[in-house]
């Protein structure tokens, strides 16, 4: 193939030149998965995680492959270090265009009971990995967006339990649906500053935790006959974070195999 052949038919890096901060980046599911799509499309990364030798070995993967990636460690529960993230990605990336957060969960420490009985610090706990991070993240990366005058994109792993009931999961749903909210706003208020924030909200998707956590005959439940992959998030993430999605903001794109749409008969 010559270089006039390969420049026409190489599939175009969507995301060439953009500098990301993903947190939750070096995960095992989804994060790492999101970590390695920015970076195959192109995309300068900054790779958190509460996990030092996660973000390593994520930044490092990217690396191999000709990228540009970064490592460092925080906590998301810490107001200090999401700012260490965000002025982390300013330094090392040389400014700040999408911000991905991946972070979340229903917390494997806090009992999973209906909502009477739930207790208040269990309910804090699940606020503070799932919504509390998210929106002091969206705030330092609207500043940096603002400052910069360059407009910029926001993508937040949600889930389909932010829109449908999941028994003895209230305050995740309520997180995730709160991340849904914070993206209207992020759209109605930056929208005319070039700034977006939507959604990629997920299923069951085979990674560790969710294998664990979900019985196989939750299988059957889902009209694609299977859980996601990560990757299929991870794709997702991309194109909300890309040009390609330049007039879409506040909104959640599902990625659930069907689940969410499926009726009660037949
Ligand atoms: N797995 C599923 O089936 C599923 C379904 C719907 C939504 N989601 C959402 O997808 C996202 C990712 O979930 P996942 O299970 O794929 O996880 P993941 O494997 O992507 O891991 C997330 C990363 O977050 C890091 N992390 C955990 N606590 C942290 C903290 N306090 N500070 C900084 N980093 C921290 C972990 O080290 C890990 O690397 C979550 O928001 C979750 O709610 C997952």
Known sequence: MNLTTFLIYAPAMQLNGKRVLVIGGGGGGIGRATTDALGNEGAAVLV???DPARAEEAAQAVRTRGGTAYPISGDVRSATDIEAMVAGAVDKLGGLDVLVTVVGGQV??????????????????????????????????LRVFLDQGTG??????????G???APAQAAYG???AGILSLARTVAAEYARDGIRMNVAAAGAIATAVANANVAAEVVEEIPAGRFGRSE???????????????????????LDGGVSVRGPFG
Do not use: C
């Open 48 to 50: 958190a995680d509460l």
């Open 108 to 141: 494997a420490f806090v009992p999973a009971v209906k909502l009477h009985e739930m207790a208040d610090e269990d309910w804090d706990t699940i606020y503070e990995v799932n919504l509390r991070y998210v929106a002091r993240a969206v705030r330092a990366a």
């Open 152 to 161: 910029g994109a926001i993508v937040s792993v949600g889930s389909v339990t």
């Open 163 to 165: 829109f449908m009931a």
């Open 174 to 176: 309520v997180m995730k």
């Open 232 to 254: 299929e998030v991870a794709r997702a993430v991309v194109y909300l974070a890309s040009d390609a999605a330049s007039y879409v903001t506040g909104q959640q794109l599902v």
